[in-house]
C-alpha cells in the first residue's frame, strides 16, 4: 500500500488504514496533509477511542506523523462519480479549515465525509454505507426469521 506522494499530488485522498476502519487525509504539500484529529490530547490522533467525540480539530500534519506505522494509498476512488474541483479551489479550501473545530459524527460527519466534501464539493462516506447497508442486511435477515421457530420445536395445534 505504501507509496510516497509526488510533489505533483496535491488535493490527492490519503486512506489509511487502521485496525477496524479508515483515517482519510488530504494531501496538501511537502509530504504534508490535512485531516481531522480528536479535539484533546487526551485521545490519539486518528484512534478508535477519537470516534466518540462530537467535535474535531482539523490538523495540518506531516503524513509520517498521521500514519503512526499503518499503511495507506492514494484513493480518489470517487472521481468516476464527482468531478474533482480544481487542484487550486481544494488546496484553498483545505488550507482555510486548518485548526478549526468542526463537528464530527461517524455517521454523518466523519473524516471521509470532510475530505470528500474539499475534494468534490460533496460530503460522502463510502466506509458508512457499506457498513450501514452490512447492519441493515442483518437486521432485516432477523425481521425475517423473528416469527420461525428453533429447529425441531413444534408449534402447539
Request: aromatic share 8%; proline share 5%.
Amino acid at each position: 500500500h505504501e507509496t510516497k506522494p509526488e510533489t505533483d499530488l496535491p488535493g490527492d485522498l490519503i486512506e489509511i488504514f487502521r485496525i477496524g476502519y479508515e483515517h482519510w487525509a488530504i494531501y496538501v504539500e511537502d509530504d504534508c496533509v490535512v485531516h481531522l484529529a480528536p479535539p484533546s490530547d487526551e485521545f490519539e490522533v486518528g484512534s478508535i477511542t477519537s470516534i466518540f467525540s462530537n467535535h474535531a480539530v482539523v490538523k495540518y500534519s506531516r503524513l509520517e506523523d498521521v500514519l503512526h506505522g499503518c499503511s495507506w494509498k492514494v484513493n480518489n476512488k470517487l472521481d468516476g462519480t464527482y468531478l474533482p474541483l480544481p487542484v487550486d479551489k481544494i488546496i484553498q479550501r483545505t488550507k482555510n479549515m486548518v485548526n478549526k473545530i468542526v463537528q464530527y459524527s461517524l455517521i454523518d460527519g466523519n473524516c471521509e465525509h470532510f475530505v470528500n466534501n474539499l475534494r468534490y464539493g460533496v460530503a460522502r462516506s463510502q466506509q458508512v454505507c457499506i457498513r450501514t447497508s452490512s447492519v441493515l442486511m442483518s437486521l432485516s435477515g432477523l425481521m425475517q426469521h423473528r416469527d420461525q421457530q428453533p429447529c425441531g420445536y413444534d408449534m402447539p395445534r
